[in-house]
């Protein structure tokens, strides 16, 4: 049944869920910084791309002033809702071809960090959307997995088997599980994903479908990128491998943001593979390096030549973990 099957990212949304940094007390100095930053998000998803965002404000003391931000701003709907965090693509539903949205338990990233309200995420979002919530008895987060549209799904070993999710999951028992759940017919393994990341190697840090067959993956950009063995592994690990369709994956190397550290110089998961696909653009998320931003671009515009390729920045959205596709699920049309 095609409408099981999870759609492609580049296929048409009806709407972008986006997560509005609302708690002071776990963004403290950074938090004005990374509302400025999903603002602009926001206004690009409403402008350029083309989409209606329903934007997740988590604390009533972030509403109001969310709600001035937007007002008059044609195509962004500002409601409140329940979360620990921001991170609505591991937290929220992911919607089936069928307009479904499928939930799963949740455990704060292997039990890093328990947040009041994150499990009950896919609920509220279902509810607002409308939407069927199918509940599956196994933990799994969006951002570990990415789709094709076709029924492959790509993921990371050091993410999807950790114990700290669910133990005494093989590959063969996490295969079972998606392919009843999402519709699995081929998944396709990667081994580790980037260095200190909190999620435990998420795929849409290290690689992710950008057309049928066709994975980007990073290169490294610098002299001291801390990911660059990694990068080399992932795509010679994608180059033999096929999809669902029985086509042979082909690699697009999209430069990375090289390092970028933290106050005490220590390596952050940076990624412009957290890019975000949408209606009318991608967005992509910089991080202070303006030549490996611009490259990124460019390689990405090479497989995505009708929709507009638009930089901004996400350093302060950075320091809580993540970025642009982390915070957003889309709602298939």
């Not at 369709?245 to 106050?263: A, H, Y």
């Amino acid at each position: 049944m095609t409408d099981r099957l999870i759609p492609a990212e580049w296929s048409p949304h009806r709407a972008m869920w986006v997560g509005w940094p609302s708690h002071v007390e776990l963004w403290e100095d950074d938090l004005a910084a990374a509302q400025g930053e999903v603002e602009a998000l926001v206004r690009a998803l409403a402008g350029q791309g083309r989409e209606q965002v329903r934007l997740l404000v988590g604390h009533d003391d972030a509403l109001a002033d969310a709600r001035v931000r937007f007002a008059g701003v044609e195509g962004v709907e500002v409601g409140a809702g329940r979360f620990g965090d921001i991170w609505l693509r591991d937290t929220g539903p992911i919607f089936d071809a069928g307009g479904r949205a499928h939930g799963f338990r949740f455990n704060g990233w292997g039990g890093k960090y328990d947040l009041p309200h994150d499990d009950e995420v896919a609920g509220q979002i279902a509810d607002h959307a409308g939407a069927e919530l199918l509940r599956h008895d196994f933990i799994l987060e969006g951002g570990a997995l990415d789709h094709d549209g076709a029924g492959t799904i790509l993921t990371t070993r050091q993410c999807l088997l950790n114990p700290n999710r669910n133990p005494g999951w093989t590959a063969n028992k996490a295969e079972a599980a998606l392919a009843e759940a999402l519709g699995a017919r081929t998944v396709l393994w990667l081994g580790d994903g980037l260095l200190n990341d909190h999620t435990d190697g998420h795929v849409d840090n290290l690689a992710r479908f950008v057309a049928p067959g066709v994975v980007a993956c990073p290169i490294a950009f610098g002299r001291n990128d801390p990911n660059a063995d990694v990068y080399d592994e992932t795509a010679r690990t994608l180059a033999a491998m096929t999809d669902a369709e029985g086509r042979p994956i082909r690699v697009l190397r999209v430069p990375s943001p090289g390092f970028v550290g933290d106050e005490d110089e220590r390596p952050v998961p940076a990624s412009h593979m957290n890019f975000l696909i949408v209606n009318g653009a991608v967005i992509v998320p910089t991080y202070g390096d303006e030549t490996a931003g611009r490259l990124a671009c460019e390689a990405l515009a090479t497989v995505f030549p009708d929709r507009q390729i638009i930089p901004l920045p996400s350093t302060a959205i950075l320091t809580g973990g993540g970025s642009f596709h982390c915070i957003s699920q889309q709602e298939p049309a």
